[in-house]
């Protein structure tokens, strides 16, 4: 390992609070770029992270993968990045590149896909990350670092699965959620030509759900909507991560309907409706490398800009304290105030 040495925010064990930590700059493989992080957002999967909740969390723990920074030191076989180019990470920082996912062009699907992340060794609540060169996507030059940030892993999040149903003719999709996720896909949606209804648990939410793009907002805990809204959707994208009302939102869905989850909610479903019905519930992991790239650029095209809240990395604790509150809105990213080319 080299003498030098990086400095980071680390969780010691389960739900404990960050604290500042020092640990020896990796190494780098030939194909590696080391990043000086400026930006990096902070995502409920962090919190889940913290907390272990995927049972594959090692401490000490460095969350942190929605990441803007500049490249400071390159690989011997990197040639696609130099040194100064300002390039976005996301939660995968690598993959094997040679299992049947990776050969098809699916990294996100790696078999090796716990050592992928971005947080292996140390996430980007520090100086600098170490990450494949492939992984690390150069940024139009005009979008804000800190609107990057929040698309390198939520915007990936929604925009890929929406964009793969969206080449069939206009179709009507009810987003779930208006929050960290939902604003986001709520603007995709638009861009991306659907009839969007928002729905959500929060009826104070409207104005702003209406100004990110839907056409529609609906109560959640609103039975007699739901009931009237019965055969209504083609697709339902659930971006909450809490307790939904499955039996009503899936008759919502018309036959052959789709639900998609890019959140984590209990799931609770009566399968004599999703068979008769022929709905399918699918789940979607952030996208391809090829779909990185191409939401970028879609992005940048269609003024898509989530709502951020800056923070200074020292204030790490505090910004995740608002998130496990609910109290974000609808993102944080931490600036780090003290980067270095």
């Given at each position: 390992?080299?003498?030098?040495?990086?400095?980071?925010?680390?969780?010691?064990?389960?739900?404990?609070p960050l604290e500042p930590f020092t640990y020896a700059t990796p190494k780098?493989?030939?194909?590696?770029?080391?990043?000086?992080?400026?930006?990096?957002?902070?995502?409920?999967?962090?919190?889940?992270?913290?907390?272990?909740?995927?049972?594959?969390?090692?401490?000490?723990?460095?969350?942190?993968?929605?990441?803007?920074?500049?490249?400071?030191?390159?690989?011997?076989?990197?040639?696609?990045?130099?040194?100064?180019?300002?390039?976005?990470?996301?939660?995968?920082?690598?993959?094997?590149?040679?299992?049947?996912?990776?050969?098809?062009?699916?990294?996100?699907?790696?078999?090796?896909?716990?050592?992928?992340?971005?947080?292996?060794?140390?996430?980007?609540?520090?100086?600098?990350?170490?990450?494949?060169?492939?992984?690390?996507?150069?940024?139009?030059?005009?979008?804000?670092?800190?609107?990057?940030?929040?698309?390198?892993?939520?915007?990936?999040?929604?925009?890929?699965?929406?964009?793969?149903?969206?080449?069939?003719?206009?179709?009507?999709?009810?987003?779930?959620?208006?929050?960290?996720?939902?604003?986001?896909?709520?603007?995709?949606?638009?861009?991306?030509?659907?009839?969007?209804t928002a729905i959500s648990s929060s009826p104070e939410k409207e104005r702003?759900?209406?100004?990110?793009?839907?056409?529609?907002?609906?109560?959640?805990?609103?039975?007699?909507?739901?009931?009237?809204?019965?055969?209504?959707?083609?697709?339902?994208?659930?971006?909450?991560?809490?307790?939904?009302?499955?039996?009503?939102l899936l008759n919502t869905l018309k036959k052959n309907g789709s639900f998609?989850?890019?959140?984590?909610?209990?799931?609770?479903?009566?399968?004599?409706?999703?068979?008769?019905?022929?709905?399918?519930?699918?789940?979607?992991?952030?996208?391809?490398?090829?779909?990185?790239?191409?939401?970028?650029?879609?992005?940048?095209?269609?003024?898509?800009?989530?709502?951020?809240?800056?923070?200074?990395?020292?204030?790490?604790?505090?910004?995740?304290?608002?998130?496990?509150?609910?109290?974000?809105?609808?993102?944080?990213?931490?600036?780090?105030?003290?980067?270095?080319?």
């Amino acid at each position: 390992m080299s003498s030098k040495k990086e400095s980071g925010y680390a969780t010691k064990g389960v739900g404990q609070p960050l604290e500042p930590f020092t640990y020896a700059t990796p190494k780098l493989g030939v194909h590696d770029v080391r990043v000086s992080v400026t930006h990096c957002g902070v995502c409920h999967t962090d919190i889940h992270a913290i907390d272990n909740y995927y049972g594959i969390t090692a401490y000490p723990f460095i969350p942190g993968h929605e990441i803007v920074g500049h490249v400071s030191a390159i690989g011997q076989e990197v040639s696609d990045l130099k040194i100064g180019d300002r390039v976005g990470v996301g939660w995968q920082g690598r993959s094997c590149m040679k299992c049947e996912w990776c050969l098809q062009g699916e990294e996100q699907l790696c078999i090796d896909i716990v050592q992928s992340g971005t947080w292996v060794p140390y996430g980007g609540f520090s100086s600098s990350v170490v990450v494949d060169s492939r992984f690390a996507y150069p940024l139009p030059e005009s979008m804000p670092s800190e609107v990057a940030a929040v698309l390198m892993c939520a915007g990936i999040t929604v925009y890929s699965p929406l964009r793969s149903y969206a080449n069939r003719e206009r179709q009507k999709v009810g987003i779930i959620g208006v929050g960290g996720l939902g604003h986001i896909a709520l603007q995709f949606a638009c861009a991306l030509d659907y009839e969007v209804t928002a729905i959500s648990s929060s009826p104070e939410k409207e104005r702003q759900a209406l100004a990110f793009g839907a056409d529609h907002f609906m109560v959640s805990s609103d039975e007699a909507i739901l009931q009237e809204s019965e055969f209504s959707f083609d697709l339902l994208f659930c971006t909450a991560s809490n307790k939904i009302n499955w039996r009503l939102l899936l008759n919502t869905l018309k036959k052959n309907g789709s639900f998609i989850l890019v959140g984590f909610p209990d799931v609770e479903f009566n399968s004599t409706d999703l068979v008769a019905h022929q709905l399918s519930i699918t789940g979607s992991f952030i996208g391809n490398r090829a779909t990185m790239r191409e939401m970028l650029s879609f992005a940048q095209e269609h003024d898509i800009i989530p709502k951020v809240e800056l923070m200074s990395m020292s204030e790490v604790n505090e910004a995740i304290l608002k998130v496990k509150e609910n109290k974000a809105r609808y993102r944080i990213v931490l600036v780090n105030n003290s980067a270095r080319m």
